[in-house]
């Protein structure tokens, strides 16, 4: 098989501390999204009163928020694919911190009424418009700087360290919620799970300042000029199609099958906060522990089928598992736990290579901002509010699981015909392809013809 990688090309020299901060730094961004998932119980109260639809207008908050997401990944995309990686990491970590630090210093309903919600859309919006460029922009880092066989194992790491995030998230809020009475937390004590967030963003940030730029992207901006939007469309457009369709099935997964889980279980279920979030706690630590497992499956027997094996088992699992979470017996709303964030962290896991690797280097992230962004913003933005809503007005308890079935049956087609990207183990290792490869005819078409 020929290599894709340009002649002369650089190959991955990011020393391993190096890699292990930009692994790490995951971590933010994945606790802010689940710490408001995880108090929207709390913050609907906080920031809406006692109104019926309470945790429906928090939920929609955060929908609505979730749009800004494709913006900004597209001005972060064009951002990476101009001057670098390195610049979109330390921008959308400053603008981070921001916003967590601002959503601590919130006024709350009970001091400003009504306007009080307007407050709230805006600084999510912004933390949103921040994580267009974070996780794509992380993912993207990795995969471009580690080598060919391990991609897979390198970057379930960064999804397994953002895991952290939300296990980090769901235990201080469990606590929090344990040791304060229902007055004291809407008070203030919603504010310091906030607080620990904006201490978390300024240290990754720090950190952050000490990451090189890739060498792929190096040697893709000295042979070839930045690439604009209609060209990305143009010469890109079925892997951002396959792009799509598998951020799709990994958000649905996601966040409805983990993070809306303590929710659904409050207000659906009716569950006590504190049990429903030492669930999630559990559910993290589970993530954590099976995306590694995950990543180096994908190395070892590709991508392809390693995406297909979990999309059928997100077809069958999801509802009998949505099912046993309502029942009486606390020990099958554990193993329910268990499995859909098994199935939810493996797929988020294969997917951290699976989807940048559809791109070449030239346009990567503007090109990850429309398939992934979009896909991420319509299936983990709003599917949580859209299932609520949905569950709510039916009476039918299996909403969410009925989603993430639908949605990983209509994936397996377009991934059974997407190319594989995994290096293959018993040949030489498959480098993503470059700029100057691309200009010579490999596109993301490239990969399939040469895999």
Request: charged share 10%.
């Amino acid at each position: 098989m020929p290599s894709l990688l340009a002649p002369g090309a650089a190959a991955p020299n990011i020393p391993r501390g190096r890699l292990a901060i930009a692994v790490v730094s995951t971590i933010v961004e994945w606790y802010d999204f689940t710490l408001f998932l995880y108090l929207s119980s709390v913050l609907s109260r906080v920031f809406f009163g006692d109104s019926p639809t309470g945790v429906l207008m928090t939920l929609a908050t955060f929908a609505i928020s979730y749009l800004l997401r494709p913006v900004g990944g597209l001005v972060f995309g064009y951002v990476g694919d101009r001057w670098g990686r390195r610049p979109v990491l330390l921008a959308s970590m400053a603008l981070m911190f921001l916003a967590t630090a601002g959503m601590a210093a919130l006024p709350t309903y009970a001091q400003v009424g009504e306007s009080a919600g307007v407050w709230l859309l805006a600084i999510r919006c912004l933390m949103a418009f921040s994580v267009g460029g974070e996780y794509t922009g992380i993912m993207t880092y990795l995969l471009e700087s580690s080598r060919a066989r391990n991609r897979g194992l390198v970057t379930s790491l960064a999804a397994s360290a953002s895991e952290f995030g939300a296990l980090l998230a769901a235990g201080i809020s469990a606590l929090t919620v344990a040791v304060m009475s229902a007055s004291e937390m809407e008070q203030w004590g919603w504010r310091i799970p906030f607080i620990v967030g904006g201490v978390l963003a300024a240290l990754i940030l720090a950190l952050r300042s000490a990451l090189p730029e890739t060498p792929l992207f190096l040697q893709s901006r000295a042979s070839a000029q930045h690439e604009p939007l209609p060209r990305v469309l143009r010469r890109q457009w079925r892997a951002i199609v396959r792009t799509f369709v598998i951020s799709g099935l990994c958000s649905a997964a996601y966040y409805v099958g983990i993070i809306y889980l303590p929710t659904y279980l409050v207000s659906v279920r009716n569950w006590s906060e504190s049990s429903a979030l030492g669930l999630a706690t559990l559910a993290a630590v589970v993530v954590v522990l099976a995306s590694p497992v995950a990543g180096w499956l994908s190395d070892r027997y590709g991508r392809r089928k390693t995406l297909l094996v979990l999309s059928i088992a997100a077809v069958v699992l999801p509802l009998p598992m949505f099912a046993a979470a309502g029942q009486p017996n606390a020990g099958a709303a554990v193993a329910a736990a268990v499995v859909l964030a098994c199935l939810a962290g493996s797929l988020s896991a294969v997917g951290a290579s699976a989807i940048p690797e559809q791109f070449d280097v030239r346009g990567r992230l503007t090109a990850l901002a429309i398939g992934g962004t979009v896909a991420t913003t319509i299936f983990g933005g709003i599917a949580p509010y859209a299932v609520q809503s949905l569950t709510e007005s039916t009476g039918w308890p299996l909403v969410p699981g009925l989603l993430i079935a639908i949605v990983a049956l209509a994936a397996i087609p377009a991934i059974r015909r997407g190319p594989e990207t995994a290096a293959p183990r018993d040949q030489q290792p498959m480098p993503l392809p470059t700029a100057s490869h691309a200009t010579a005819g490999t596109d993301a078409q490239g990969v399939k013809d040469h895999a």
